[in-house]
């Protein structure tokens, strides 16, 4: 029930006109009645006074109510009245608002009377409420981070015991024996040190991210989103050349655009109130990457688009695991993907999987390792297997499901498999010693050149990506005036079970 809809209960005022009027009528020929009704009002007032409760008027004229006799099966007839009008019923209106009447409760309704929602934010809180579909992280940051976030997350646990992830049991039939499987605990226990540097790269990005969900708002420019975000990935994850850092360029992607947009310096985009942000970006430890996203909008018209995409997600971390084929996850996530539908402008549209995206495997180093997590049926059969990564990541789109490459490059990453090039030009050369020494084999972008001090290297770049020791990755794009909404998480198939090593409190 809405705080605004409670002050409706109409008793209190249809009691006092009647109230008058019959007093008056009877004045000289009940006056002995009067009286001793008088007393006994005012014996009410002194006992509910003492009580805490005096200086509550609704619960006063509740009372003379019921003294006046005739006047109680009046006064609830008006209560049922007034009920429906408010849209609920008036029966649970008049209790609820009884037991609030009086000390403590007195004041809840009074604070509901000022326009105060039911449900308060904790203080601290990074995310009230003004992203839609994401949960609240509570009060503060946790592990004793300070607020804004400015400790390395290495430095809250001196004891190398980082927050686990959430855990899943395989859930299919031929798997289920993996959970009592002795061996199987021996291996995952081998595997400690793994675990260890994604789940430090987790909690980085959690506190990331909930440091980024409380500046993201209407009116800020996307570049400075970005920089902020980034910033703070690289204070908290204590960005140490490649044993520590970002994983790959944060992605700002709007409305259309699908996939891999992030402002070059001088693209001044500002984030409206009718947009749709897609927010994807990366950690890693030791080349150990997490990959997770989420969609940013502030109008409540976009929620089924949001909440679809991100329950197609939950339905494709729920269908992977060992020994799973790679069509069964898509074939789980199309059928709940295609179920959603949104009324944009009277219009409906029916939510599509982009048929052109998927998930995929990652390796050390590595964001994009050989795999691919398809997000509709008909898939390649190959399975998952046992100790792989994954970023399970889903697009629902109101367009045609359907993306290309447009717009400005932005997104570039080193061939991992290419062989070796002879170059020319000094300047490709010493632009490729600075990606090989900075980035590796993981995303850059142009911003990150600028930053590191490079200068006029379109030139240099451009022959990096013709000859192949380089890959441009432009942006992704639907149909312009259609919506793509994007979740994803990381995840890994343990020997026992599979861990959702970015899950959070926000999804």
């Not at 005096?54 to 099966?73: F, K, M, R, V």
């Not at 992203?131 to 001196?158: C, E, H, M, N």
């Not at 069509?327 to 539908?341: I, L, N, P, R, T």
Request: glycine share 10%.
């Amino acid at each position: 029930m809405s705080t605004t809809e409670e002050p409706t209960v109409a008793v209190p005022v249809a009691e006092e006109p009647k109230k008058t009027e019959e007093a008056v009528a009877n004045g000289d020929a009940g006056g002995a009645a009067e009286s001793a009704a008088k007393k006994k009002r005012n014996r009410r007032k002194k006992k509910k006074a003492a009580a805490g409760g005096g200086a509550n008027a609704p619960g006063e004229e509740e009372e003379e109510g019921e003294d006046g006799g005739e006047e109680a099966p009046a006064a609830s007839a008006a209560s049922e009245d007034a009920a429906p009008a408010a849209g609920a019923g008036g029966a649970k209106k008049k209790k609820k608002k009884k037991s609030k009447a009086g000390g403590a409760g007195g004041a809840v309704q009074q604070q509901q009377q000022g326009g105060q929602p039911k449900k308060q934010q904790k203080k601290g809180t990074s995310n009230p409420n003004h992203i839609r579909v994401l949960g609240d992280w509570g009060a503060d940051y946790p592990y004793g981070q300070t607020s804004p976030p400015s400790k390395p997350v290495v430095t809250l646990f001196p004891n190398g015991d980082y927050p686990t992830g959430e855990i899943m049991d395989y859930h299919q039939d031929f798997n289920t024996w993996r959970t009592t499987s002795a061996e199987k605990r021996e291996l995952d226990r081998l595997t400690t040190d793994v675990y260890r540097e994604a789940r430090l790269a987790a909690e980085v990005h959690r506190q990331v991210r909930q440091y980024a969900e409380g500046i993201i708002k209407p009116g800020a420019r996307l570049i400075d989103i970005c920089e902020q975000l980034e910033n703070m990935n690289r204070k908290l994850v204590k960005e140490n050349g490649l044993q520590a850092g970002i994983a790959f360029p944060t992605g700002c992607s709007l409305n259309y655009v699908a996939a891999h947009y992030t402002p070059n310096n001088g693209d001044f985009t500002v984030l409206g109130y009718d947009d749709v942000m897609k927010i994807d970006f990366g950690t890693h430890i030791n080349g150990r990457i997490i990959d997770c996203a989420f969609t940013v909008a502030f109008n409540p018209k976009f929620d089924p688009l949001l909440q679809t995409v991100k329950d197609a997600t939950e339905a494709g971390i729920k269908a992977a695991g060992a020994d799973v084929r790679l069509c069964d996850v898509g074939a789980a996530v199309q059928e709940v993907m295609e179920a959603g539908e949104i009324e944009l402008d009277g219009k409906v549209y029916q939510i599509k999987s982009v048929r052109n995206l998927n998930g995929h495997s990652i390796a050390p180093y590595v964001i994009h390792a050989g795999k691919s997590v398809p997000i509709v049926k008909g898939g390649e059969a190959t399975k998952m297997e046992e100790g792989e990564f994954y970023a399970i990541e889903t697009f629902g789109s109101t367009g045609k499901g359907y993306v290309n490459e447009d717009l400005e490059c932005s997104h570039y990453m080193k061939n991992a498999h290419a062989a070796h090039v002879p170059l020319r030009s000094q300047k490709s050369k010493a632009l490729l010693a600075n990606i090989t020494k900075n980035y590796s084999t993981l995303a850059f972008c142009k911003r990150w050149l600028d930053r590191s001090g490079e200068k006029a290297y379109a030139l240099a770049l451009k022959n990096l990506c013709d000859v192949g020791l380089v890959d441009a990755y432009p942006p992704l794009c639907d149909v312009k005036g259609s919506y793509v909404a994007q979740y994803e998480h990381t995840i890994v198939l343990r020997p026992t079970c599979k861990e959702v090593l970015s899950r959070g409190e926000d999804y």
